[in-house]
């Protein structure tokens, strides 16, 4: 079975641009939660999918954005890039409709913006 | 209300001892509390949860102990092994309408000597 697969692994972009990042879940998985990962902040959540709808938006600024498709895939957005910006994005589905609950992370895209 | 404390910051083992890494939280929302196991350049993987109404749960080598009225839960680690030197973070969800979310405490570094 395979894992959830986040693509790209590695990103480089100058402040001021946007990126978009997709997650792909486990198959059967209907929700999808991002996380940013960043060594003075540690892991905090951005939001959670469920059958594309988003159910909760953690403490971020609205130039983060997300969406998930009918086939359960996410992608998140985040415009007007700053150098703050600079983390690991995470992705984890989950098997249920209750977050988090056996919660499988792929392993991340590495965003850096300079 | 939201946040996880997880201490120490840093764990330092001899090989064949016991690990214990100890978190407290404030919301009596959380309804599960997972432990994560994290090795550089790879996602948190899942490790062991537990709900509030269980004190202790076993899983090989791991046991999470949890203290509802004290509201603090504990990881331990026995005979820990070199293998087992990563970051561990314990986390808590909420599963309610618009507070649903996983919160992470601040991570320890595990490292276990040879």
């Known amino acids: 079975k395979a894992g959830v697969t986040q693509t790209p692994r590695y990103l480089i972009k100058t402040r001021g641009q946007q990126v978009t990042l997709s997650c792909s879940p486990i198959s059967g998985h209907r929700s999808v939660s991002w996380y940013q990962q960043t060594p003075g902040q540690g892991l905090q959540f951005l939001f959670e999918?469920?059958?594309?709808?988003?159910?909760n938006k953690g403490n971020f600024p609205g130039r983060f954005s997300g969406r998930q498709f009918s086939n359960s895939r996410s992608e998140m957005n985040v415009s007007t890039l700053e150098l703050g910006d600079s983390a690991l994005y995470l992705c984890?589905?989950?098997?249920?409709?209750?977050?988090?609950?056996?919660?499988?992370f792929g392993q991340g895209t590495r965003l850096t913006v300079v | 209300q939201q946040q996880v404390k997880q201490s120490p910051q840093s764990l330092i083992v001899q090989k064949g001892g016991i690990s214990i890494i100890n978190c407290a939280y404030e919301?009596?929302?959380?309804?599960?509390f997972p432990w994560y196991q994290q090795f550089p350049g790879k996602g948190p993987a899942l490790l062991i949860a537990i709900r509030p109404d269980v004190s202790e749960k076993k899983e090989g080598r791991f046991t999470i102990s949890f203290n509802k009225s004290a509201k603090q839960f504990s990881l331990h680690i026995m005979d820990s092994q070199p293998g087992d030197s990563a970051t561990y973070f314990c986390?808590?969800?909420?599963?309610?309408?618009?507070?649903?979310?996983?919160?992470f405490g601040s991570g320890t570094q595990l490292t276990v000597l040879p």
């Open positions: 919301n009596t929302a959380f309804d599960y």
């Open positions: 999918y469920f059958s594309e709808t988003q159910r």
């Open positions: 986390a808590a969800r909420v599963d309610k309408g618009s507070a649903r979310q996983l919160t």
């Open positions: 984890a589905s989950s098997p249920t409709g209750r977050i988090a609950t056996e919660a499988f």
